[in-house]
């Protein structure tokens, strides 16, 4: 009963929850705890049988006249019409079979005010009183006997529920919704997304990729991927990795132009930008060539990764890529101009989505997507595209992309 309520929750979060007196039904219960065997496996089978290891509660009368019986009915009849906090229901359950208020708060790591003050509202819901208290403890009434029978019911209820959802955790169907960087989005993940379909084919994937960072705690995205760390503090972050960038330009391109060896070389020659804020590139580029205009060395923006690279490729000018850029099989030649630049990859995903099972499946595919010791170009250090043929021991990437290898330099 009490791991049905608590189950994933953090404790501090369970005592603000359960003291604003916030309800909660059993199916958000259900619907939350769906999936946590793969983000919170530690603790989701703790506890699946409340009710056949509760103390024994007081025996209901089978037959009752008068006044009583007339009271007992309206009791039964409002309970079975007004029972609808489970989070003061749980409690009422657990003070039950705890036998006291104090034990029942230890027990569900709340203040004993607040259990107090959440069984006062109860019995205010029910319109009876449900226990006595005395030295001895909390002794149930004739009236909370009855309720007792119609919460054990909605706990029974709630547990089918759990068990409903942990089938379903091995069968994960859906739609996930994957906001990610422009550039990482079309270049490293939507070729791999394969080996996820091909091990979870009833989830359907949406990516989208775009510049802006997607805010997973207003739903923009169920999981999103960032080059800078999120600001909110209601989610959940993962550090990916480290992507590092530097200058590349296409054998064409060298021939007709030369090689820059220095920064000041770079006047001498034509850059292809991908520009995604305005205001950050002329600040950068003030700063790396100051005193000259854009126009003087800038021949072509976009704000397209995939035209970005095909301009790069086909000789437009020098471009920033990733250095993985090389490992995918794209036929362009890193520079040795001091001119590098590296961005931490962050995760981020809310809390209770990350319970989802299909949400918990994406995540996990995505931390060993970007898995630094698998892919030694997403770890800290900067490694050079030269040194990653010594340092990669996976399978050749260039059949990610097709165009890649057949393409002429």
Same mark, same amino acid.
């Given at each position: #009963?009490?791991?049905?309520?608590?189950?994933?929750?953090?404790?501090?979060? %369970?005592?603000?929850?359960?003291?604003?007196?916030? !309800?909660?039904?059993?199916?958000?219960?259900?619907? &939350?705890?769906?999936?946590?065997?793969?983000?919170?496996?530690?603790?989701?089978?703790?506890?699946?049988?409340?009710?056949?290891?509760? !103390?024994?509660?007081?025996?209901?009368?089978?037959?009752?006249?008068?006044?009583?019986?007339?009271?007992?009915?309206?009791?039964?009849?409002?309970?079975?019409?007004?029972?609808?906090?489970?989070?003061?229901?749980?409690?009422?359950?657990?003070?039950?079979?705890?036998?006291? +208020?104090?034990?029942?708060?230890?027990?569900?790591?709340?203040?004993?005010?607040?259990?107090?003050? %959440?069984?006062?509202?109860?019995?205010?819901?029910?319109?009876?009183?449900?226990?006595?208290?005395?030295?001895?403890?909390?002794?149930?009434?004739?009236?909370?006997?009855?309720?007792?029978?119609?919460?054990?019911?909605?706990?029974?209820?709630? +547990?089918?529920?759990?068990?409903?959802?942990?089938?379903?955790?091995?069968?994960?169907?859906? &739609?996930?919704?994957?906001?990610?960087? &422009?550039?990482?989005?079309?270049?490293?993940?939507?070729?791999?997304?394969?080996? +996820?379909?091909?091990?979870?084919?009833?989830?359907?994937?949406?990516?989208?990729?775009?510049?802006?960072?997607?805010?997973?705690?207003?739903?923009?995205?169920?999981?999103?991927?960032?080059?800078?760390?999120?600001?909110?503090?209601?989610?959940?972050?993962?550090?990916?990795?480290?992507?590092?960038? #530097?200058? +590349?330009?296409?054998?064409?391109?060298?021939?007709?132009?030369? @090689?820059?060896?220095?920064?000041?070389?770079?006047?001498?020659? %034509?850059?292809?930008?991908?520009?995604?804020?305005?205001?950050?590139?002329?600040?950068?580029?003030?700063?790396?060539? !100051?005193?000259?205009?854009?126009?003087?060395?800038?021949?072509?923006?976009?704000?397209?990764?995939?035209?970005?690279?095909?301009? @790069?490729?086909?000789?437009?000018?020098?471009?920033?890529?990733?250095?993985?850029?090389?490992?995918?099989?794209?036929?362009?030649?890193?520079? &040795?101009?001091?001119?590098?630049?590296?961005?931490?990859?962050?995760?981020?995903?809310?809390?209770?989505?990350?319970?989802?099972?299909?949400?918990?499946?994406?995540?996990?595919?995505?931390?060993?997507?970007?898995?630094?010791?698998?892919?030694?170009?997403?770890?800290?250090?900067?490694?050079?595209?030269?040194?990653?043929?010594?340092?990669?021991?996976?399978?050749?990437?260039?059949?990610?992309?097709?165009?890649?290898?057949?393409?002429? %330099?």
């Amino acid at each position: #009963m009490r791991v049905a309520a608590e189950r994933g929750v953090p404790q501090k979060e %369970r005592q603000e929850v359960t003291e604003a007196g916030a !309800p909660l039904a059993p199916a958000e219960l259900g619907d &939350e705890s769906a999936g946590s065997s793969a983000a919170t496996s530690d603790s989701t089978h703790e506890h699946r049988a409340g009710s056949s290891s509760a !103390p024994a509660t007081k025996p209901v009368p089978r037959a009752a006249t008068g006044k009583a019986a007339q009271g007992k009915a309206a009791v039964t009849k409002s309970t079975l019409a007004s029972l609808t906090d489970w989070d003061a229901a749980r409690i009422f359950l657990e003070v039950v079979r705890a036998g006291s +208020f104090r034990s029942a708060a230890e027990r569900l790591t709340l203040s004993i005010n607040a259990v107090r003050r %959440r069984i006062d509202d109860f019995e205010r819901q029910i319109g009876a009183t449900l226990f006595t208290r005395d030295v001895h403890g909390a002794r149930l009434t004739d009236e909370g006997a009855l309720v007792v029978s119609a919460v054990e019911r909605m706990e029974a209820a709630s +547990f089918e529920l759990l068990r409903a959802g942990d089938g379903l955790a091995g069968a994960a169907s859906g &739609e996930v919704r994957v906001a990610v960087t &422009e550039g990482l989005g079309t270049f490293w993940l939507a070729p791999r997304l394969v080996e +996820f379909q091909q091990s979870f084919p009833n989830v359907m994937v949406d990516l989208y990729c775009a510049m802006r960072s997607a805010d997973v705690s207003r739903h923009e995205a169920d999981v999103a991927i960032h080059l800078s760390r999120p600001a909110a503090l209601d989610v959940k972050l993962v550090r990916l990795g480290r992507m590092h960038l #530097m200058c +590349f330009a296409s054998e064409k391109y060298l021939k007709t132009y030369g @090689v820059p060896k220095t920064i000041d070389d770079l006047l001498n020659h %034509r850059l292809v930008l991908q520009v995604a804020d305005e205001a950050a590139a002329n600040t950068a580029f003030a700063t790396i060539f !100051p005193g000259f205009e854009q126009r003087d060395v800038i021949a072509m923006t976009t704000n397209v990764s995939s035209a970005n690279y095909w301009a @790069v490729a086909h000789g437009a000018g020098i471009g920033v890529f990733p250095t993985y850029a090389s490992a995918l099989g794209g036929k362009i030649i890193p520079l &040795e101009v001091d001119l590098k630049w590296s961005y931490d990859i962050w995760l981020s995903y809310h809390a209770t989505t990350g319970r989802i099972p299909r949400v918990r499946h994406m995540i996990d595919w995505l931390v060993e997507a970007f898995n630094p010791g698998k892919y030694p170009w997403f770890k800290d250090e900067f490694i050079h595209p030269q040194q990653l043929k010594t340092v990669y021991m996976g399978e050749p990437l260039t059949h990610l992309f097709g165009g890649f290898p057949n393409e002429g %330099r």
